[in-house]
């Protein structure tokens, strides 16, 4: 299994700002995730973040608005940008474990944008 | 990816057995059929998957219809820890590693 931990767990901003979040784990894995769970839905994906590459978004999320960094094989992180008040969400990182069919996901990071 | 359809909602009882059911009409011969579930406040975890046999684990079981059109969650005895939103999600063999969740399925267990 992989143990992952997300910072901060939770912030309140204000609009225009912008927020990194940290995924942390505690091996090295090729492809980490992050997703959207906004408030009483289900998870929606940003993109897929692999390490020397650039990350792969999803329709309807652009790189200018989510920007991710994945430098090494451990730790990717999302700044969300120019936040209004619909990026009020559960973020959250995840990766694939070693035997591909399984994904480990972090706490997430509750945001709320005032 | 294909779709799946799961009730909105069901309700168990402590201590009893309780199938949670996952329709997917639409599945190709090369998707997995994976269960993910997610308990209050916590990222998701995974539960179980498979392809055309049943699966047991030690959190759950898996009964695959044999025309793979359908699949149950088995839990054998319910806990009030099980209490979460269980998702049914299909994921092509050998494709991304990337989930596609839909709207998942809430369960609560009654003491």
């Known amino acids: 299994s992989a143990v992952i931990s997300q910072k901060p767990s939770r912030d309140i901003c204000q609009r225009g700002t912008s927020l990194t979040i940290q995924c942390q784990v505690d091996s090295q894995v090729t492809m980490m995730f992050w997703y959207r769970q906004q408030p009483g839905q289900s998870l929606t994906l940003i993109a897929t973040a692999n390490q020397g590459s650039e990350a792969t978004y999803e329709s309807g999320f652009v790189i200018d608005k989510f920007p991710i960094s994945r430098p090494n094989l451990t730790f990717s992180t999302l700044t969300v940008s120019n936040m209004s008040p619909e990026d009020s969400s559960i973020y959250l990182c995840?990766?694939?474990?070693?035997?591909?069919?399984?994904?480990?996901f972090g706490p997430g990071t509750r945001l709320t944008v005032t | 990816d294909a779709k799946t359809t799961q009730p909105n909602s069901m309700e168990s009882n402590e201590e009893e057995p309780v199938h949670l059911p996952c329709n997917h009409s639409t599945i190709s011969g090369t998707d997995y059929i994976h269960w993910y579930r997610q308990l209050p406040s916590q990222g998701p975890e995974y539960v179980i998957h498979g392809l055309t046999s049943n699966v047991n684990n030690r959190m759950a079981s898996l009964a695959i219809a044999e025309d793979r059109k359908s699949s149950t969650l088995i839990l054998h005895r319910a806990t009030l820890r099980d209490a979460a939103v269980y998702y049914c999600?299909?994921?092509?063999?050998?494709?991304?590693?990337?989930?596609?969740f839909g709207k998942g399925m809430k369960l609560t267990v009654n003491p």
């Open positions: 999600i299909l994921r092509l063999q050998g494709g991304s590693e990337k989930l596609v």
């Open positions: 995840s990766v694939a474990g070693r035997q591909l069919y399984e994904q480990y």
